[in-house]
Nanobody
Framework: QVQLVESGGGLVQAGGSLRLSCAASGRTFSSGVVGSMGWFRQAPGNEREFVAAIRWRDGTTDYTESVKGRFTISRDNAKRTVYLQMNGLKPEETAVYYC?????????????????WGQGTQVTVSS
């Protein structure tokens, strides 16, 4: 079992920045339960969409095209925490942001591939 707890959401003006954190606990990396982690977001009435992912072992990353150059995913092995630094935020990026863990080392963009999910943190970008 893996527990994921997100934090860092809030209200920010367009063009502003936020850093989201996702702390993992339980049977995580040493047991092979977690090979990679991802960030997704879901706005009201929309499907959950992929934002970024990172392979825990070597830090390899992947991003959805719309956030490349503005968002950065990173991890801290010692703290078992993954971060999402978001710069240049846009109003259309208002959503609940979720982190998720995946057993595989493959960086998947598909929500159904992920095994465990956090409760989500609200990000609101005002225009």
């Amino acid at each position: 079992q893996v527990q994921l707890v997100e934090s860092g959401g809030g209200l920010v003006q367009a063009g502003g920045s936020l850093r989201l954190s996702c702390a993992a606990s339980g049977r995580t990396f040493s047991s092979g339960v977690v090979g990679s982690m991802g960030w997704f977001r879901q706005a009201p009435g929309n499907e959950r969409e992929f934002v970024a992912a990172i392979r825990w072992r070597d830090g390899t990353t992947d991003y959805t095209e719309s956030v490349k150059g503005r968002f950065t995913i990173s991890r801290d092995n010692a703290k078992r925490t993954v971060y999402l630094q978001m710069n240049g935020l846009k109003p259309e990026e208002t959503a609940v942001y979720y982190c998720a863990s995946h057993r595989s080392l493959i960086l998947s963009t598909t929500p159904a591939d992920y095994d465990y999910w956090g409760q989500g943190t609200q990000v609101t970008v005002s225009s």
